[in-house]
Each structure stands twice: as C-alpha cells, then as structure tokens.
C-alpha cells in the first residue's frame, strides 16, 4: 500500500521568510496529492491540492509542486505570516477507485515575529 | 467547518467500558469517514462508509465498530476500550470518491485510562 513521508516534523521561520515542506510516496498509482493545515483545537482544513497531470498550482502565497518521477511533492509558503503557524500535512492517493487517503505525519510550522 | 459536528468533544473513561462517538453533517455528502490522530502516525483511516448501511475497514480497524443508519450520522463504538485507543478521533466527510476534498469535523479527544 502506499507510505507517505514528510520532512521536517518541525519548522521554524522568522516572519517574512519563505517555508518548504517536502513529502514523497510510495505507490506510483497515486495521483492526487492534498495538503492540509491543522490549527490548534481544530480539524485539518484543505487548503491546497494538486493532481498528478499538472506539475505546480499556486493561490496567493501557497504553491504546490509535484514531481511524479521522483515520487514527491512539496508545500512552498512564502512571505510567512505568524497566522501561518500550524501544523501541516500531506497526502496521497488514487484519484480513481474509493478514496484513500495515506497522510504524512505532519509538520509544526512556527513563524516567530 | 463544513457542517460537521462531532460529540462529544472530550470523553475520559475506564479501560474496558464501550463508547460511541458521533458524526453528525449537514451536508447532506454520501461519503463518512472515521480517521484517528495519534503524534508520529499523522491521521490514520478507521472505517469509511459510502452510503447508507454501507461501511467498510480502514487501516486501523480493529477493535472499532460503525454504523450509519441515515445519510447524516456516522457513529464509531468502542466495544471494550484500551489504553491504546487513547487518541483524537476526526469524522470526515466528501461529495464524491477519489480526487472529492475531505471536510473534516473539530475532532474528539478520547482518553481511556
């Protein structure tokens, strides 16, 4: 089945700086790749998702690129914002059949003002 | 939060003792999803169901029950809870399968001990 893994589990920024969350899978069959932001208390909320026929999509200062080769894909934030402190994670799965979402494991995101 | 809710919000109670948590949508989505969030293990899929009566396991199935009599509840029942059941449990919910974005509840926190 598919394994997804996300580095780092812990990020740190200074406020304005640009952020990099990087994950790879396992199953080359995947080919939808979702990103979610948990916020404290809170469930995990889509904010970005990108499939496997396009190679990046960007909205605002998120961006998602996707490189299908290599088996990864990762979360660029730039201009951070200390409201972009969350925890992050990715996701892979088919995009045909019953959806089964594989989760990375997250990364904690702090922008320090 | 996309017109989920779950309840309770927190529950402690005794190994050995059954529990039912509740998802409830007003969304009137055909697919429910039961995810536990445990640190270092992301969120892991519990059971899904695809319509009314129709469920089916997740990853971590065992030890976990649910049912779905009505389109807009999704109960998850602990027969006989554990220490290892210790964790947050998320309700999703999606329009369709495959590339359809998950809408997840704020999640209970369960603590058996």
């Known amino acids: 089945g598919e394994n997804v893994e996300q580095h780092p589990s812990t990020l740190s920024v200074q406020e304005g700086d640009s952020a990099v969350i990087k994950c790879t899978y396992s199953?080359?069959?995947?080919?939808?790749f979702p990103w979610y932001k948990q916020e404290l208390g809170k469930g995990p909320q889509l904010i970005i998702d990108?499939?496997?026929?396009?190679g990046e999509k960007k909205d605002q200062r998120i961006a998602v690129t996707l490189n299908k080769t290599a088996k990864h894909f990762s979360l660029h934030i730039t201009e951070t914002q200390p409201e972009d402190s969350a925890v992050y994670f990715c996701?892979?799965?088919?995009?045909?059949?019953?959806?089964?979402?594989?989760f990375g494991t997250g990364t904690r995101l702090l922008v320090s003002p | 939060d996309a017109g989920i809710t779950q309840s309770p919000r927190h529950k402690v109670t005794e190994t050995g003792t059954p529990v039912t948590l509740r998802c409830h949508q007003t969304?009137?989505?055909?697919?429910m999803y039961w995810y536990r969030q445990d640190p270092g293990h992301g969120l892991r899929l519990i059971h899904y169901?695809?319509?009314?009566?129709?469920?089916d396991k997740g990853e971590v199935s065992d030890g976990y029950s649910v049912s779905r009599s009505k389109t807009e509840d999704f109960l998850l029942t602990l027969e006989s809870a554990t220490s290892s059941q210790t964790s947050v449990y998320f309700c999703?919910?999606?329009?369709?399968?495959?590339?359809?974005?998950?809408?997840f509840g704020n999640g209970t926190r369960l603590t058996v001990t």
């Open positions: 999703a919910i999606s329009r369709g399968q495959g590339d359809s974005p998950l809408h």
């Open positions: 199953d080359s069959a995947s080919n939808y």
């Open positions: 990108i499939r496997s026929n396009v």
């Open positions: 996701a892979a799965s088919p995009s045909t059949g019953f959806q089964k979402l594989v």
């Open positions: 969304e009137n989505h055909r697919y």
């Open positions: 169901s695809y319509g009314v009566k129709d469920t």
